[in-house]
C-alpha cells in the first residue's frame, strides 16, 4: 500500500525524462498563485529513490540553498513534476506525496490518477479506472480521493456502475445514455426488466425524470409484459408473401400490392362501410332502368 504524507521538497528529485519538456509560463506563474493561496490539493506521485538511512544528496536543482539532513531520503517524482516546480517558486517547504516502492505501480497510479481528470472521460471509464486503483494499488478511500480529487459520493456513484446492471454500463460506456439515468435504471432490481427499460430510454432519448417515472410504475405495479419480438421478424422475413396474397377490400383484387395500405378502423365501422360501398355499386332491384332509346 503506498505511503501519503507531506515531504520536503528538498527530498525530491525531478524525473530524468519529464514529460513536460518545455512549460507554458504563463500557466505556471497562474498555478504558484494557485499553490500560493490554496496549497497543493493532488498528491504528486513519487517512488523511493534510497533506502532509509542511506546518505543521500538531493537534485543540484532542488537544494534552493537549503541545507539536506545527513542521512534524508530522497525520492523521485513520478507525476507532479510541474506542481513540483510551483510549489518550490512558491516558497513551499513540503508538498504531499504517495509513495512507491515500485516504480512501475507508481507509474500506473499516476496514469490512472490523470485518466480521471481529463474532461472527456466517461463515467464508466471513470468506473473501471477506480475500480483498477482500489484492486491494484490497495489505496485507502483517503488516498484514493487525495489523488484523483474528487469527493467519495462522486466515486462511488461511478463504482456503483460497476455493480448494476451490465446493459446500464454498456450504454453509459457507449455514451448513449448520461449517468443520472443510469441511476433510476440500476433501482429496477428485474434483471430483464431493467434491460428493457434501457433500450427504452436509448431509443427514445429519455430524460433521468421520466425514467424515475417508470422505475416509480414499476416499483407499483410490477415488471410490464415484455413483447417476444422473434416470431414479428420470423413473419417479417416472409411479409412478401403474406403481402402479395392480400385483397384490397374495396376492389377485390391483388394487383398492386404495394399500394395496399393498412387503415386502423373498428370492425363493426369496416362492415358498416362495405354495406354502404356495396349499396352503391348494386342499385335496388326495383329500380327501372334507365332508356337508351331517344325521346
Known amino acids: 500500500m503506498p505511503e501519503m504524507k507531506y515531504i520536503p521538497l528538498v527530498q525530491l528529485v525531478e524525473p530524468p525524462d519529464p514529460m513536460r519538456l518545455t512549460m507554458d509560463s504563463d500557466k505556471l506563474a497562474e498555478l504558484i498563485e494557485d499553490i500560493k493561496a490554496q496549497g497543493i490539493l493532488q498528491n504528486l506521485v513519487v517512488v523511493s529513490k534510497s533506502k532509509p538511512g542511506e546518505q543521500a544528496t538531493p537534485h543540484a536543482e532542488t537544494q534552493r540553498g537549503d541545507t539536506l539532513p545527513i542521512l534524508a531520503p530522497l525520492y523521485e517524482i513520478v507525476a ?3 506542481r513540483y516546480k510551483a510549489a518550490c517558486a512558491a516558497g513551499l517547504e513540503s508538498a504531499p506525496c504517495l509513495i512507491f516502492t515500485d516504480a512501475t505501480l507508481a507509474k500506473h497510479a499516476a496514469m490512472s490518477a ?3 481528470l481529463r474532461e472527456d472521460v466517461s463515467p464508466a471509464e471513470e468506473a473501471y479506472w477506480y475500480a483498477e ?3 491494484k494499488l490497495d489505496l485507502t478511500e483517503d488516498q484514493l ?3 484523483v480529487r474528487k469527493p467519495l459520493s462522486y466515486i ?3 463504482l456503483d456502475l460497476l455493480r448494476g446492471n451490465p446493459a446500464v454500463l454498456e450504454a453509459v460506456k457507449e ?3 448520461s449517468l443520472s439515468v443510469a441511476e433510476q435504471l440500476n433501482r429496477v432490481d428485474n434483471d430483464d426488466h431493467c434491460v428493457y427499460l434501457t433500450r427504452m430510454a436509448v431509443e427514445g432519448g429519455a430524460t433521468a425524470r421520466m425514467v424515475m417515472e417508470w422505475v416509480q410504475q414499476y416499483k407499483k405495479a410490477g415488471p410490464s409484459p415484455v413483447v417476444d419480438l422473434k416470431p414479428f421478424q420470423e413473419a417479417g422475413a416472409a411479409g412478401q408473401a403474406v403481402v402479395q396474397q392480400t385483397k384490397c377490400v374495396l376492389c377485390k383484387s391483388a394487383a398492386y400490392p404495394a399500394n395496399i395500405r393498412w387503415v386502423p378502423i373498428h370492425d363493426f365501422e369496416l362492415d358498416q362501410l362495405l354495406v354502404q ?14 332508356s337508351t332509346e331517344g325521346g
Open 80 to 82: 507532479g513534476h510541474r
Open 114 to 116: 490523470e485518466n480521471t
Open 133 to 135: 486503483l482500489i484492486d
Open 145 to 147: 480521493t487525495k489523488t
Open 156 to 158: 462511488y456513484k461511478r
Open 175 to 177: 455514451r448513449l445514455i
Open 277 to 290: 360501398i356495396d349499396g352503391v355499386a348494386q342499385p335496388p332491384a326495383d329500380a327501372a332502368p334507365e
